[in-house]
């Protein structure tokens, strides 16, 4: 029983300090210390990744960055969008530049459910088909009046787009998950623009070996001379209806660096899911909330992508334990991009024994490119066939099976 309450205690007192190390030592405009990056490399570097954009739903913006009657421009896929909302509140996404003389449909505007040229004032419906031209008759209009308009489906309070490279409609659907967000309190999103490639955050997650090296402090420097995180990880990928799916577990402990002991209800367990390269849902339980987070990645060029995180919990969650797990789990993956946005990419690494599930992952994430038009376009860019090949050792593959003891991100 007095076990049972100093057990408590302690895990009372990691959340206070931590509350206080993000409260204090975290605010005022602090930020984690960017990589140097070298610009004028990138191309270089950019050589050896597969194709930027790969196939899939990607999150543009919020819902509510549009309103009923705005238009906004966004970047993504190495293109300008133009976002828009109608006053039926349905939204449209086309190509930025009308097809007629190339003025920015972004400087338009919407009236009633079509969006307005600013140049000539020819209307679009959200299907880009031209509704109107003021001075031409309407049996004049033709396939080259259309501007290209992008599938859209506005769901997660997220407006999304399917990309695909040779514009092939969709074969999966983001509904039907996440429905507890419907009732969730919504607790924040931020944003950040990073140098690196979207397949380095799922390969994150087969990497056991990094775990330990990378993974295994508190973000509480006094407490790491007497504690450390251990974490047990498992990776499983998606098969059939959900082959575009796969979900990472992590039981994250708080051990005692002297005697490896776990202190109890300390820690947390978190699933990642992976709904293709766009998304990373982050969902926590933990003694003190169990807060999800919505990571969205959106490739705007070569090794350049936008990620968003937007932060639910249940009504009634305890607002500072969330903001400290959130910050915990933030401070985590914050030390892998230090990395991402400086490494380059080895289509055949060379991998031992421990490395993990790593071409496993590949192989899943393979189905995201396939061969298409992209590809083609990119004929010094290593993709396709390597995605598939294999370096494990012998037992290597049965980790990818198996739970295995290492250190994680929570």
């Not at 993000?22 to 950019?46: S, V, W, Y």
């Not at 000539?120 to 501007?147: L, M, S, V």
């Not at 998950?177 to 969730?184: A, D, G, R, T, W």
């Not at 959106?298 to 910050?327: C, N, Q, W």
Request: charged share 20%.
């Amino acid at each position: 029983m007095i076990l049972n309450v100093l057990a408590v205690l302690a895990a009372v007192v990691f959340l206070v300090l931590g509350l206080l190390y993000l409260f204090i030592l975290r605010t005022n405009g602090k930020q984690r210390k960017k990589p140097h990056i070298d610009t004028d490399f990138e191309p270089q570097r950019a050589l050896n990744y597969p194709p930027p954009f790969p196939n899939g739903w990607f999150s543009l913006c919020s819902a509510s960055a549009v309103q009923k009657g705005q238009v906004i421009e966004v970047t993504a896929f190495g293109k300008k969008l133009a976002v828009f909302r109608g006053h039926d509140g349905k939204v449209g996404v086309m190509d930025v530049y009308c097809p007629h003389l190339g003025a920015n449909l972004a400087d338009g505007k919407v009236v009633g459910n079509r969006l307005v040229c600013p140049f000539h004032a020819w209307e679009f419906n959200t299907q880009g088909n031209c509704e109107k031209i003021p001075y031409c008759d309407k049996e004049n209009y033709n396939e080259r009046t259309r501007a290209k308009a992008w599938t859209v489906n506005e769901n997660w309070g997220l407006i999304l787009v399917w990309h695909h490279a040779n514009n092939e409609p969709p074969t999966w659907h983001t509904q039907g998950y996440l429905e507890e967000l419907k009732v969730y309190k919504h607790h924040g999103s931020s944003s950040e623009l990073l140098h690196m490639h979207l397949q380095d955050f799922s390969e994150n997650g087969a990497d056991y070996a990094h775990f330990g090296v990378v993974h295994n402090l508190l973000t509480i420097p006094l407490l790491n001379k007497f504690f450390h995180v251990e974490h047990t990880t498992n990776i499983e990928f998606g098969e059939g209806n959900e082959k575009h799916m796969a979900w990472f577990t992590d039981i994250a402990d708080i051990a005692r660096t002297k005697d490896k002991s776990i202190i109890k209800d300390a820690g947390g367990k978190a699933l990642v899911t992976y709904y293709g390269p766009g998304f990373l849902v982050f969902s926590f339980k933990t003694k003190f909330g169990n807060p999800i987070i919505v990571k969205t990645f959106t490739p705007i060029g070569k090794l350049k992508l936008r990620m968003e995180d937007h932060v639910y919990a249940p009504k009634g969650s305890f607002g500072p334990a969330i903001k400290y797990i959130v910050g915990e789990a933030t401070a985590q993956f914050h030390d892998d991009i230090n990395i991402w946005e400086r490494k380059t990419f080895n289509t055949n690494p060379v991998l031992v024994k421990g490395d993990g599930p790593i071409m496993n992952m590949r192989k899943w994430y393979s189905q995201f490119y396939g061969h298409n038009k992209q590809d083609s376009q990119n004929e010094n860019t290593p993709h396709g066939s390597h995605l598939n090949q294999s370096n494990e050792t012998p037992n290597e593959k049965n980790l990818s099976e198996t739970t295995n003891r290492g250190d994680a991100h929570s």
